[in-house]
DNA sequence: ACACCAAGCAGCAAT
DNA sequence: ATTGCTGTTTGGTGT
């Protein structure tokens, strides 16, 4: 049985040696940074990883209760008899104290991984889509370019429908919102403005979009296109089919 | 030492019992569902809490890599010879299949937690504070509601100013950009139509603005004032306060 | 470094 | 369930 010298003693040595920590135990937080928070006792794992940053878990939900960005300094400590881990950022003025009341087990190893995860089917995804089958929006639409993250805000695609109007199309991946329209408001504007014309088209590309966006989106003269983003659901589908088969 | 067989039933019998569950190992990852990933071998830490959340750790960075929602089945079976941690959510029509080449550690127990959290700096403190100290926006404000959130959309202060004019007040905890100034500019003219009045007043409180929402809030005559959220970073200025002390 | 925006955004409240 | 919006948002890209 470890007493509690001896965790902190591993904890300490695990840090130094950028290991993955895992620590399940009782325990009470403090944080104050951008924000100020307070946690109660309960049990909840606590994550270090090689880099620094740490996490705090309660045994339910997706994402961490209290955590730290990485490049945070850790330390544990014996104080009032108990066990406290004092993770300090001082670049982003942040601190957070847990007081730890009983450690459930403890876990530290290195681990090893270079690879990165491919994702596919994003919304830069959609808008390539778009641009190589310019006949999804519309017969006639011919995109002059994509991706337009420079000139005039973060425009998805730009083209020129049939009769040669310039026309901005911003895609959303799920059901467009009030928000989308008035993101293709402002493009629309900032290129009238811009190229000194008085007409520019705003066309919203999306499987689908909420009513009040609609009314604001045909309030100012823009358009829908019902389009569904690339590969979405392709694979789950394509397994589906076959569970169905079985 | 244990075989694939023992692993397989231990996690089952975990999951079966709801415990939270941690295992470090070399896998591969592929996840079906809103998009599509491919992530290949390396060594993650994966966690299944209590109401069957996953998430896959790689050993850096704050947010996973990979994850599950809550109510996601889980199921570890051999295939191929390897442990294979199959995940599946029929709701949200999302899967995800777990290759597992090694596990490094294993370890699963009941976690008991009944605490939230309690926050505070966030924006809803900000409105409040704004509504209690009203003079902090400008002289002979009257704010008559707060986080208005359903006539009007969601306005964080409705107030009249000393000249009787209907203002609105959009708050950000950071600094004000593009996106706050079209949200403000679509409550004014939704104030408008419902009020049937030609001008209302528009207001950013933020710590600071970007210099092209500062242009875009000028360009349609709304103001900017400076406010920082309440208690941010209060405490750890105490607290480096005594450190200096020290 | 800052500005701008997407995210498998998540989570929350109100409709 | 959908809509709208905040978040200790995070993360990426371009200027």
Redesign the interface.
Known sequence: MLDQKDYATLLNDALRRNE?I?I?CNCNIRY??????????????V?I???N?L?V??????N????M??NTSHNMVIENEKLLLKSRNLAL???MDITINRI??F?S?K????????????ESDMANMLYENPEMIEKGFKPVSQEEQTKYGFIDVLGVDSSGMLTVIECK?YCAD??AV??L??YVERLMVSKGITKVRGIIAAPKITPNAFKMLSDWGYTFVSIKPP??????NK?QSRLDNF
């Open positions: 993955t895992v399940s104050s940074g951008r924000a100020e928070s307070l946690l109660k006792d309960g049990d909840r794992l994550i990883k090689a880099d940053a996490m878990h309660q045994p339910t939900g997706n961490p209760v209290n955590y960005k990485p003025k942040e601190n459930h087990f876990n190893q681990l090893i991984d270079g690879k990165s995860i491919v994702i596919s089917g994003t991946r009030l928000g008035t993101q408001r402002r590969k979405y659901l392709e694979d789950f397994k």
